[in-house]
């Protein structure tokens, strides 16, 4: 598409089925060889005589393309346009110079050569302007209208990241393929091996992965990455193999503490874990985000002091970010001290309003304690603020249809805990929650079966858990080799 001496010669065709006569032949025949000064200089002489002639003025356009003077040759095609709209090679040259400029006018043009016939090119370069504006819909039905057009390797990134980001992964993992297939590249299997973890494809994820973990000095990302495929494959040795590699190799990274210990809590390995983020700790002294993990873990294991101190510690060094906060209030909830929760919540969300995370949490808090009408309905004004700003948070919509609950309206209840629950099928409380909500609107066989949903979910929860416990961490004794 960037191809100019490929342009002008598909320029020069179109015009001709357009256009005849003796001097535009001339002028056609010095563009072709290459005599674009002289082309130009022939085509003013001619709009002395003409100056409305759309053809000539196209021409032009493509001689100063020519010359390398693309704003004048842009200028001609658009003279050339506003004789005659619908006049398709000046549409072309137009679309062409204003797609390889960002001219916010070059949409419009290109939609104007799709009205006129269809043109895979257009469709083409329309896709790639709609994945920057980040319209991932539009821009994925470009280019399946632009067939092989779309073939180019940039448009092919485009098309598997759009397919990513609508989390279409079959389709992403395809186009990456493809990608791989042309050049292997550490960036297209890192993508790949996204796409195949998005999908529920965690074997293959690795296997994707394995690659981008060896070396001397691998990229901290694909470690990390690898690791997280290794344990949703069921693979925690391997996974802590690779989290504890990336700390060696990258002391300084935050997030691969963050990482492993995230691991260390869903095994209970909270000594483990906590000492995986002291060292974290020494090493990123300003990580907020590590503080605030060590605050969830001390909470984890009833050491509410202990939490309480780290998460203040967080506040300290990012006080403007609110997960510090937030999880000071979530340890005060734990130990029932709602109201100093609900004191922190709110001075959180006056000095960051609308950050849904803190919303969210001081609705939690308002509903877990005897509630007034004016605080009930501040907790479902949060809750709506976040469903407006986060259309698929599940807990939005559960703990609103706990709300609606508690004041006797089972039908908008009963609404949003469907909505929670299509969100996410697996959560327990919403089911139950939902369950009330029918048996007060009189619906007895639905609550019936939401009620043996309920203990599917119990048991699958305990199955989890069990499956959480498959692997016992411990902490590598001093004085020994890791294992």
């Known amino acids: 598409m960037r191809d100019v001496s490929r342009l002008l010669f598909l320029l020069l065709i179109t015009v001709r089925a357009f256009a005849g006569g003796q001097g535009f032949e001339q002028t056609r025949d010095l563009i072709r060889r290459g005599e674009f000064a002289a082309a130009a200089k022939a085509c003013d002489e001619t709009l002395k005589r003409r100056p409305r002639d759309f053809q000539v003025w196209t021409l032009k356009g493509i001689a100063l393309q020519g010359l390398g003077r693309n704003a004048e040759s842009l200028e001609s095609f658009r003279r050339a ?3 005659q709209p619908q006049f398709l090679p000046a549409l072309q040259g137009a679309a062409q110079l204003e797609y390889q400029t960002h001219d916010p006018r070059g949409r419009e043009t290109l939609e104007a050569i799709l009205r006129l ?20 819909h539009a821009a994925l039905g470009h280019f399946a209208a632009a067939g092989a057009a779309a073939g180019d390797p940039v448009i092919k990134w485009q098309r ?3 397919h990513y980001r609508l989390e279409q992964w ?9 990608l791989l297939a042309l050049r292997d590249d550490d960036r297209v299997r890192y993508n790949l091996g996204l ?46 193999r690779a989290l504890r590699r990336a700390i060696d190799l990258y002391p300084r990274e935050e997030r691969l503490y963050a990482d492993l210990a995230t691991i260390c809590l869903e095994h209970g390995a909270l ?23 060590l605050g969830v873990l001390h909470a984890r294991a009833g050491q509410a002091e202990e939490a309480q101190e780290a998460f203040r510690r967080a506040e300290r060094l990012a006080p403007d970010a609110a997960f510090g906060r937030v999880g000071l209030a979530v340890s005060l909830m734990e130990v029932g001290a709602f109201e100093q929760a609900i004191v922190l919540l709110r001075e959180q969300a006056g000095r960051a309003p609308g950050d849904p995370r803190v919303d969210l949490t001081l609705a939690r808090a308002l509903l877990q304690r005897d509630t007034t009408p004016e605080e009930l309905g501040e907790a479902e004004a949060l809750l709506r603020r976040v469903i407006g700003r986060e259309p698929g948070n599940a807990a939005a919509y559960a703990l609103l249809g706990k709300a609606r609950l508690r004041v006797g309206d089972a039908a908008a209840a009963a609404a ?4 929670a629950i299509g969100l996410d099928p697996r959560d327990g409380a919403a089911t139950y929650q939902l369950m009330l909500a029918y048996r007060r609107l009189g619906r007895s066989r639905d609550a019936a079966a939401l009620q043996e949903k309920a203990r599917q979910l119990v048991d699958a929860e305990r199955a989890a858990e069990a499956e959480a416990g498959r692997y016992r961490l411990f902490r590598v004794p001093e004085g020994r080799p890791g294992q």
Request: net charge negative; hydrophobic share 45%; glycine share 8%.
């Open 195 to 240: 796409a195949q973890l998005g999908g529920g494809k965690a074997a293959d994820a690795v296997a994707t992965l394995e690659l981008l973990g060896r070396g001397d000095r691998p990229d901290p990302d694909a470690l990390s990455l690898l690791a997280a495929a290794h344990e949703a494959n069921k693979q925690t040795p391997e996974a802590l």
């Open 271 to 293: 000594e483990l874990g906590r000492e995986v983020l002291e060292a974290g700790a020494k090493n990123v002294p300003q990580s907020a985000r590590i503080q605030a993990m």
């Open 160 to 162: 598997a990241s759009c």
């Open 170 to 178: 079959g389709e992403a993992e395809a186009q990456f393929r493809e």
């Open 117 to 136: 016939r269809p043109e895979p090119t257009a469709h083409a370069m329309l896709g790639v302007l709609a994945f920057e504006r980040q319209d991932c």
């Open 81 to 83: 346009l506003a004789i």
């Open 416 to 419: 949003a805990l469907e909505k």
